[in-house]
């Protein structure tokens, strides 16, 4: 790319991204509206790109993805780039809970837990398209009682929607025949300065919240509420990522830098939750939800 012509879009092939999963399907649909042009498979659901314009007016893709489906089917450490995480995203503690009386025990692959949904989560199953425009897709999937060792059939519904504001929507809607658990969220790693572009730890974070939730040596929640004042999980300002990444802390060592989850102070409420913001590109990304937590 010549200096005198801003870097473009360049779509993958939709090609690259059929194949048949357990019977069923799989392709690439691309939504646009406003500046951006998002590239989706309905394999877990999957942002494959997310494309932009920095402060130059170059187009970047902000989000790791692959290109092509057989990497995301054969590459099972990196599972989760871009999908749609479920039934229960996060850690439950050796992957055990009790429901009306019931214990019910869960896959424990990822050092003695259960993550995000077990071995066969949402990123893992082809989900029905039930309609595509051009800036909107409407997934579903029915998980059936029992899968994973989960009670109840879970019907999930969910919306991906590009706004000509920019935004981009994720939506929700999940009903069970029977007493369950469902913790649904989405899981793209972002680089606010283009995939591949270097670290991402001069990005500044903010983050709306006093607290975080301290995790054992498992990354499972202990109950308690750590103020972040005084902590390098202070993000109430922003603050380069980098600054606390490698500090002398202790819940900084247990995740090995970042990976807990921020309790939200929204009340309940659609508010701000969150932004990132790369200097260098000048694209800034801020994230809003009604949900009481942030895993970062």
Not at 3 to 24: I, R
Not at 200 to 211: F, K, P, Q, R
């Amino acid at each position: 790319t010549s200096c005198n012509q801003p870097k473009q879009v360049v779509l993958l092939d939709q090609s690259a991204f059929e194949a048949t999963v357990d019977g069923k399907q799989t392709s690439l649909y691309t939504l646009t509206a406003g500046d951006i042009t998002m590239q989706v498979t309905n394999f877990g659901a999957r942002v494959v790109t997310l494309w932009t314009p920095d402060k130059a007016g170059n187009m970047e893709d902000i989000v790791l993805g692959y290109n092509n489906i057989d990497t995301y089917l054969n590459n099972p450490g990196e599972r989760f780039l871009g999908a749609c995480v479920g039934r229960y995203a996060n850690r439950i503690a050796a992957g055990k809970f009790t429901l009306d009386g019931k214990e019910y025990q869960l896959s424990t692959y990822n050092n003695g837990q259960c993550l995000h949904g077990g071995d066969k989560g949402f990123d893992m199953v082809v989900w029905d398209v039930v309609s595509a425009t051009e800036n909107e897709i409407v997934f579903h999937y029915l998980s059936p009682d029992g899968e994973e060792n989960f009670p109840g059939n879970l019907d999930v519904t969910m919306t991906y929607t590009l706004t000509p504001e920019n935004e981009f929507k994720v939506t929700y809607l999940a009903t069970t025949d029977a007493p369950t658990v469902c913790n649904i969220s989405h899981h793209s790693f972002f680089n606010l300065k283009g995939e591949g572009n270097g670290t991402i730890l001069d990005h500044e974070l903010t983050i709306n919240a006093d607290h975080i939730t301290r995790t054992s040596q498992n990354l499972i929640p202990t109950g308690e509420l750590m103020a972040v004042k005084g902590t390098p999980f202070d993000f109430r300002k922003p603050r380069v990522i980098a600054d606390g990444i490698n500090a002398d802390d202790e819940q900084i060592k247990i995740g090995k830098g970042y990976d807990h989850n921020w309790v939200l102070a929204n009340e309940g409420e659609f508010k701000k939750a969150a932004e990132l913001k790369s200097c260098e590109s000048g694209i800034a990304m801020e994230i809003f939800t009604d949900l009481p937590g942030i895993q970062v």
